[in-house]
C-alpha cells in the first residue's frame, strides 16, 4: 500500500515538476476541434502559443496548466481550427490593377461591364491608364469577343487596358493603341495572335498570349503606368489584409515585376502579415543563362536582405524570391491550350504550344543550373508531356522542387512520371468546377485524366492546391468545396478524382510550406512552429459540410498575434 501511495506521490510530483518546467503561454486555445495538418499528431483539443510559436499542442486538460493571469484564452466553442492556409499559386500584385481599375468578375450583361468602366473612367486623374479587367466572354449569352470601338464609344480619350478573366487576352482601346504604336501592320511575336477585322485588317483590339505579353502589358508605357515601389504598397496592404480575412497566410505569388514592390518591403514600418514566395513570370528572352545568372544574384542580394530583416521582425520567413515561371501554352477556354489531340468541338484544330521542346529544355537546363526550379504553366496533355520532358532531360532536377502549374488534362502515361520525376503537381479547384467547356473542349474519352487530383496523388506525386486569384475566386474554402466534391451545378464531375479533406488540407498546408522550404518553420499546427492558424464559423463534420464553400473565417492569428477578427469570443 505504502509502495502504491509512493508511486502516485512520485507521479504527481513529476507532472507538476513538468508543468513547473513548462513556461507560461501568451495565448491558448482550448474547446477547439483542430485539424493540425500533422500526420503524426493530426487532431487535437487545444494548443499554446509563446513567443510566437506553437509551445505545446494537446488536450484542455494539459494546455489549461500553460495558463496564467497575464494569458489571453480563446474559448474556440467546438470551431474548427486550422493552419494558416496557403494559397499555392495566386498573383499578389497582380492584383493592383484590379483595386486601382475596374473589376468585371462574375459580369454576364456586356452594358453592365460598359457601366463600370465609365464610372471608374471618371473617377481616375486625368493622366491615369484605366486598368483591371477579369472580363469572361464564355459565360455570356452573347460571347463574341469585344472590341475597341465598344471602348472608344466610353473612354476615347484614356488608354484602357483589360486583361479577360484568364490573363491570355487583352482588350484595349484605340487610344492605348495609338500610344504604344500598334496598327494594322504591327504583327504578333511567335505564340501570340492580333485579332484583325476580317474586311479591314484592322486591329479589333484584342491580343492574344504573347501578343498581350510582349505588346502591352510588358510595355515600358503600360509598366510605367502601374502602381510600383512605395506607392503601391498601401494597396498591397489592402490586399493581404482581404487574403488574412480568408484565412491566408501564405502564397506563392507569381507575377512579371519584381524590381520594386516587394523590396520596398524592406524599408516599410509597417510589416505585412503574410509569407510570400515568389516566382517570376518570364519569357524565352529572360531564360539564356546569362540573364538567369543576373536573377541568380538578384535573388541571393534581395534573400540575404530579407533574412537580416526578419532577425529583427521575429516572425519567421516572410520573403523569399524562390522560382521562374514560364509558359509552354494557353488556356482551354480560347483554344490556346496544346493538346496531342484536336479539340473535341474543333474537329482537325489544335494550336502549337509557345514555345518549342529544345527552347523549354534549354530553359529547365538554365534555370535549375543557377538554383532556381521551375514552375512551368501547361494546361494541355501535349504541353504537360513538353514539361515533363524538359524538367528530365534537366542534370539537376532531382536537387530542386520543380513544378508544373494546372494540369487541366493529362494522360494516363504521364501521371506517374510527376512522383517518378519529383516534380510538384500545382493546381487550382475551382477552374476544374466553374468552367462550362472543358467536356465540349477535350470529349468525353478526355476527361477521367481532366484535374485528375486523386490519379496524381495516389500516383506519389506531390500536390499544392492554390487558386490562381485573380483569375478565379481566392476563397480558400471555396476551392476546399470543389475539391473534395467536384460539383457543378449539383452535378458530380468524376468523383474518382476528388480529395478527401484530410488530402485537400494538406495540400492547403504542409505541402506548400515543404516547397517553399519552409515546412519546418510553418505548415501545421506542431510545437515549435509558427503560430499561423485559422478560426473557422463552425466545427466540420465527417462527411464534409455541404455549405463549406460559404463558410466564414472568424479569426486568423500570424505568428502568434491576431490580425484578422470576427466574432469569436476570449477572455
Avoid at 122 to 147: I, Q, Y
Wanted: proline share 5%; net charge neutral.
Amino acid at each position: 500500500m505504502k509502495k502504491k501511495l509512493l508511486l502516485c506521490v512520485s507521479a504527481s510530483m513529476i507532472a507538476f515538476s513538468v508543468h513547473a518546467q513548462m513556461p507560461q503561454a501568451d495565448v491558448i486555445v482550448v474547446n477547439a476541434d483542430i485539424r493540425t495538418s500533422n500526420p503524426a499528431k493530426p487532431t487535437a483539443q487545444a494548443f499554446a502559443v509563446k513567443d510566437g510559436k506553437f509551445l505545446a499542442v494537446g488536450n484542455n486538460a494539459f494546455i489549461q496548466n500553460l495558463a496564467s493571469p497575464k494569458t489571453q484564452v480563446i474559448d474556440a466553442q467546438g470551431k474548427t481550427v486550422l493552419p494558416g492556409l496557403t494559397d499555392a499559386h495566386t498573383h499578389l500584385l497582380g492584383g493592383l490593377e484590379l483595386w486601382e481599375g475596374v473589376d468585371l468578375f462574375g459580369i454576364t450583361d456586356r452594358q453592365e461591364w460598359f457601366k463600370l468602366i465609365a464610372k471608374r473612367d471618371k473617377e481616375l486623374a486625368k493622366d491615369a491608364w484605366l486598368v483591371g479587367g477579369r472580363w469572361d466572354v464564355s459565360a455570356m449569352k452573347d460571347n463574341r469577343m469585344p472590341t475597341r470601338q465598344e471602348l472608344d464609344a466610353i473612354v476615347p480619350d484614356r488608354p484602357v487596358v483589360l486583361q479577360d478573366i484568364d490573363y491570355h487576352t487583352v482588350w484595349v482601346n484605340t487610344k492605348a493603341m495609338q500610344l504604344l504604336g500598334i496598327d494594322k501592320n504591327t504583327k504578333a511575336p511567335e505564340g501570340g495572335e492580333i485579332v484583325k477585322d476580317s474586311q479591314t485588317g484592322e486591329p479589333t483590339g484584342i491580343f492574344k498570349e504573347t501578343a498581350a505579353n510582349q505588346l502591352i502589358l510588358a510595355s515600358p508605357q503600360y509598366t510605367k503606368a502601374l502602381l510600383s515601389g512605395k506607392a503601391a504598397l498601401p494597396v498591397v496592404e489592402k490586399i493581404v489584409a482581404h487574403f488574412n480575412s480568408l484565412g491566408i497566410t501564405s502564397v506563392h505569388d507569381m507575377w512579371a515585376e519584381l524590381a520594386t514592390v516587394y523590396p520596398a518591403l524592406l524599408e516599410s514600418p509597417k510589416q505585412l502579415p503574410m509569407r510570400i514566395r515568389f516566382g517570376l513570370m518570364a519569357g524565352e528572352d529572360q531564360a539564356t543563362l546569362a540573364q538567369l545568372q543576373s536573377y541568380a544574384k538578384q535573388r541571393d542580394q534581395l534573400n540575404q536582405r530579407f533574412i537580416q530583416k526578419e532577425q529583427q521582425w521575429q516572425k519567421g520567413p516572410q520573403f523569399r524570391f524562390g522560382y521562374m515561371k514560364y509558359f509552354v501554352d494557353g488556356t482551354l477556354m480560347s483554344y490556346t491550350a496544346a493538346l496531342n489531340e484536336p479539340y473535341a468541338d474543333r474537329h482537325h484544330f489544335n494550336i502549337e504550344p509557345i514555345t518549342s521542346q529544345p527552347k523549354l529544355n534549354d530553359i529547365v537546363k538554365n534555370a535549375n543550373d543557377v538554383g532556381f526550379p521551375v514552375a512551368i504553366h501547361a494546361i494541355g496533355d501535349k504541353s504537360v508531356d513538353m514539361a515533363l520532358n524538359a524538367i528530365e532531360h534537366s542534370p539537376k532536377h532531382r536537387q530542386l522542387l520543380n513544378r508544373i502549374e494546372h494540369i487541366e488534362v493529362t494522360t494516363k502515361t504521364a501521371i506517374p512520371r510527376f512522383a517518378q520525376l519529383g516534380v510538384v503537381a500545382s493546381m487550382q479547384p475551382d477552374h476544374a468546377i466553374a468552367g462550362n467547356y472543358q467536356e465540349s473542349r477535350l470529349g468525353e474519352a478526355r476527361m477521367p485524366y481532366s484535374y485528375a487530383w486523386q490519379s496524381l496523388l495516389s500516383s506519389g506525386a506531390s500536390m499544392v492546391l492554390g487558386s490562381d486569384w485573380p483569375t478565379a475566386p481566392e476563397n480558400p474554402m471555396l476551392q476546399l468545396s470543389d475539391v473534395v466534391f467536384r460539383e457543378y451545378n449539383g452535378k458530380t464531375r468524376y468523383s474518382d478524382n476528388a480529395l478527401s479533406l484530410d488530402e485537400a488540407l494538406y495540400a492547403y498546408t504542409q505541402a506548400p510550406a515543404n516547397v517553399a522550404g519552409w515546412g519546418n518553420e510553418i505548415g501545421s499546427i506542431s510545437v515549435g512552429k509558427w503560430a499561423d492558424f485559422v478560426v473557422l464559423q463552425g466545427a466540420l463534420q465527417t462527411p464534409l459540410n455541404k455549405d463549406i464553400k460559404d463558410w466564414k473565417v472568424s479569426q486568423t492569428w500570424f505568428a502568434g498575434e491576431k490580425v484578422y477578427d470576427g466574432k469569436l469570443n476570449s477572455k
